[in-house]
């Protein structure tokens, strides 16, 4: 019994941090959306591919919109100085620079993004 109780209650945790941001089919395939969430400004990318990748929308070099980013081959490239970060995880390619990645998923046709608990 204080098993399940403890596990719903870290299923509850996890449920609360999960929020619906948009319909996926209405992310431009190839691009980016910059969304506000829970205080944080989060680019979400829809590739030609069809997968979705959240990242921080503020590029970590000098704050770029990586929302306006150009995206392709599993990259976006920052616009204002082209660093480029993969999608996947948010780790630089030609950088050290690296930007915070989001678990994100697609149910019932919603794109559900996963923050932190902090
Ligand atoms: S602000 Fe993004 S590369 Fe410089």
Redesign the pocket.
Known sequence: MLNTTMQSRAEARALANRVAIARAELLPAGQGRCFSIGGRKIAVFRTRAGRIHALDAA??????P?ADGIVGAGVVV??????RFRLEDGSGVD?E?TVRSYPVEVVAGLVIVELPAD
């Not at 590029?59 to 770029?64: K, N, S, T």
């Not at 920052?78 to 660093?83: D, E, G, N």
């Open positions: 590029c970590p070099h000098r704050g770029g990586l920052c616009p204002l100085h082209a660093y950088t620079c």
